[in-house]
């Protein structure tokens, strides 16, 4: 026994002592300091990132996994090294790991310790979970306020996974997209990034954000890209922020994908054979989209593909779409979800105030989005549809209205039975209808919610930042909204939270 108490004494005090010494380092010789971070559960492995500094590329990495944070007991451990052509970053796939179970993880060199991380396997396959909960976070503007919605979730003990859902980074230069009060906040680079050292500048900035490192450090993530990760409004051979004097584009995009690939916690580009197809024990199949640089077309203005409806137009891509049409007509889990960039529902303009991009959004793309329609129609189990992009919360009916993309005209309530919900989340930072007055907005919304306008929408918030957690069990699902009070200065103060029940 007093052996015991000696050697946990012990181990207290160099977890103690080397925690004292990590604080020093973070300001000065922090050999890990962007943090740590997980990614691609499932049930019996995850992937474990980190990234260290060029004098450690001859040094060996030393990552370790517990199942208790004070490391008392090793379960997995290996030895990585940092390569100059990956940017020195590090990451090892930990595999034969049980289900369901929360892991600690950390790096070491010598007798410096990366911050620790948490993880969590994914559910045994053959089993149903009692719950589970997704937390779901986008838009990220490093320029346009600060991440107090990631501390705020990162306090959190009750989320089985984290879905980022694009727009990681913004591509844009210092000043432009940005809120011009915020002098700190300006992007590094000072250019629009382009190379591929641009892109890794870029989410070293970001990643140097200790919200950021703290949200990482606590939950395993899963990814879907936008086109702010390339350059706005991406699409596969090109983008409406990209021009000839910027250079090939194809040569941009590989740029984006390798500092993507480089900087996440994920193994294996999403370009390469979308969609992602995850389950979740017996409750969720899960699939995650690629709507940028696979299957998308240049958008076209909804009205003007009205005149000529036989031109091809696609944002899957052929092999996605007959991937995803499978997964929703063949699931029989009690949850079809499905990880979605833009807009799949839309609503209706009711006025001038705020500029729809009905062509970047599913409605430009009509035939998809019918076909998806059809494949709602014919679904057993509920399909939910999750998404970023437009920085407002919003939860609504998905319902086959043959909407004219040009005008589209909403018929169906939500109070009436759907064929799926589609829940739109908020921005963690980037900018809203924030940059109206409360009354203008205020006005603009009871316009929005107008049944005569917009029967499908159950809730809607315009210009409040934060991020939602899905609750699943095997017979219900609710969207909680949760908002900061703000994202202007550092306060990771929670306003206020809205939890809404979803009905079939």
């Not at 996994?65 to 990451?91: N, P, W």
């Not at 480089?262 to 995650?288: A, C, F, M, N, R």
């Not at 316009?447 to 899905?470: S, Y």
């Not at 949760?482 to 809205?498: G, L």
Request: with cysteine.
């Amino acid at each position: 026994m007093k052996f015991k108490l000696l050697h946990l004494l012990i181990i207290v005090g160099i977890i103690s002592n080397s925690s004292c010494s990590e604080d020093k380092q973070k300001s000065s010789n922090n050999d890990f300091p962007y943090g740590v971070a997980s990614g691609n559960p499932d049930s019996n492995g995850v992937l474990i990132w980190t990234k260290t500094l060029p004098k450690n590329v001859s040094q060996e990495i030393l990552w370790q996994m517990s199942t208790d944070s004070l490391f008392s007991i090793i379960e997995k451990q290996g030895v990585e090294s940092a390569k100059k052509q990956s940017d020195y970053t590090i990451k090892a796939q930990v595999d034969e790991l049980h289900p369901g179970q929360t892991y600690y993880y950390r790096f070491t060199i010598g007798n410096n310790h990366s911050m620790v991380g948490r993880t969590k396997t994914l559910p045994a396959k053959n089993e149903t979970p009692e719950k589970f909960k997704i937390a779901l976070i986008n838009c990220n503007n490093y320029q346009d306020g600060y991440f107090n919605a990631f501390n705020a979730l990162s306090k959190r003990d009750d989320i089985d996974l984290v879905i980022h859902l694009g727009d990681y980074i913004y591509e844009y230069e210092a000043g432009r997209y940005a809120d011009a009060t915020l002098v700190d906040r300006q992007h590094k680079p000072s250019n629009e990034i382009v190379t591929l050292n641009d892109y890794r500048t870029r989410y070293a900035q970001y990643r140097s954000e200790k919200d950021f490192q703290k949200v990482h450090a606590k939950f395993p993530f899963l990814f879907i890209w936008d086109d702010h990760e390339f350059a706005n409004d991406a699409y596969m051979t090109g983008a409406k922020n990209h021009n000839e004097g910027e250079g090939s584009w194809q040569q941009r995009q590989s740029n984006a994908i390798q500092a993507y690939m480089e900087w996440l916690p994920i193994s294996y580009s999403p370009q390469k054979s979308p969609p992602t197809q995850l389950q979740i024990g017996q409750l969720i199949d899960l699939v995650l989209l690629e709507e940028r640089a696979s299957g998308r077309t240049k958008q076209i203005d909804p009205c003007e593909l009205d005149k000529n409806p036989s031109v091809a137009h696609n944002i899957l891509g052929k092999k996605q779409m007959e991937t995803l049409v499978r997964a929703i007509t063949t699931s029989t889990k009690p949850w079809t979800v499905i990880a979605n960039q833009v807009a799949f529902t839309g609503y209706a303009k009711t006025d001038s105030l705020f500029s729809l991009k009905y062509q970047d959004w599913w409605l430009g793309y009509p035939d998809d989005r019918k076909q998806i329609i059809g494949a709602l129609k014919k679904a057993s189990s509920k399909p939910i549809i999750l998404t970023g992009d437009h920085h407002r919360s919003f939860v609504m009916a998905v319902h086959d209205d043959s909407l004219n993309a040009c005008n589209p005209k909403y018929v169906s309530g939500y109070k009436e039975k759907p064929l799926a919900w589609e829940i739109m989340v908020p921005s963690i930072s980037s900018k809203n209808h924030d940059v109206y007055p409360n009354s203008v907005v205020s006005a603009y919304s009871k316009k929005l919610l107008n049944q005569r306008h917009n029967p499908h929408i159950k809730f809607a918030d315009l210009n409040q930042h934060g991020f939602t957690v899905m609750h699943f069990t095997s017979d219900k699902v609710s969207a909680e909204y949760v908002f900061m009070k703000t994202v202007k200065k550092r306060d990771s103060t929670i306003k206020t939270v809205k939890k809404i029940e979803l009905n079939f």
